[in-house]
């Protein structure tokens, strides 16, 4: 079956970096991609890699290996709004997005 | 720019009532997808359409069904609400329809309880 695992919760002091993990067993692979739901609102837009290596995106990074079928999303000079859960999602060969079950990341003063 | 608008945002619902969420965007996206987020699993895809006039099943399509008459509208109908559909549902649209290898974009969400 077609498995994402992500840690259920992180916890994280403001101003420090957060690493958030995500691994995949997926049919076939078209792309990963992360993105941010504060709580209550909808999801929105992070990233998509598709190749291999890291894309930065201002305080947001993400990294993926397709051989190893993993990524992380990397959150430096943390904020207190940062607070969110982070969803990675992997568009499988037949071009359908499978979800993790997304990860509660808590920011701490 | 409204982007997608869902209605209702909260719902309570009698089990076996039939009930219509509705969804729009304005984005002229010719994907969009309903999905249901409940506690400590992933979002699931209930059902989703390419294009005007053609519909398809996602992972948890029993007991839903939508239509897709034009481009910006998308309703998701539950012909006989039971207390397993009490979820959050998010209406979804993405320029690509590829499958969705473009990013999605989402309403805010309909809580629905059924009792």
């Known amino acids: 079956g077609q498995n994402i695992d992500q840690p259920t919760e992180m916890t994280a002091t403001e101003g420090a970096i957060v690493q958030i993990n995500c691994t995949y067993q997926?049919?076939?692979?078209?792309?990963l991609f992360w993105y941010q739901q504060h709580a209550g609102e909808a999801p929105t837009f992070l990233s998509y890699n598709v190749l291999d290596g890291l894309e930065e995106k201002g305080r947001f990074s993400s990294f993926l290996s397709r051989s190893k079928g993993y990524s992380y999303l990397l959150l430096k000079e943390l904020q207190m709004k940062d607070s969110a859960s982070y969803l990675c999602a992997v568009l499988d060969s037949n071009y359908q997005l499978i979800w993790g079950a997304g990860t509660k990341l808590i920011i701490k003063p | 720019i409204a982007g997608i608008t869902q209605a209702p945002t909260s719902q309570i619902l009698a089990a076996g009532r039939r009930m219509t969420l509705r969804c729009t965007q304005d984005m002229r996206h010719n994907a969009m997808y309903w999905y249901r987020q409940d506690l400590g699993l992933g979002l699931r895809l209930i059902h989703y359409?390419?294009?005007?006039?053609?519909?398809g099943k996602g992972e948890v399509p029993d007991g839903y069904s939508v239509s897709r008459a034009n481009t910006d509208d998308f309703p998701l109908t539950l012909a006989s609400a039971v207390p397993s559909q009490t979820s959050v549902y998010f209406c979804?649209?993405?320029?690509?329809?590829?499958?969705?290898?473009?990013?999605?974009?989402f309403g805010e969400g309909s809580r629905l309880t059924v009792l």
């Open positions: 997926t049919s076939g692979f078209n792309g």
């Open positions: 979804a649209s993405s320029d690509s329809s590829s499958g969705g290898a473009g990013e999605l974009f």
């Open positions: 359409s390419n294009t005007a006039g053609t519909t």
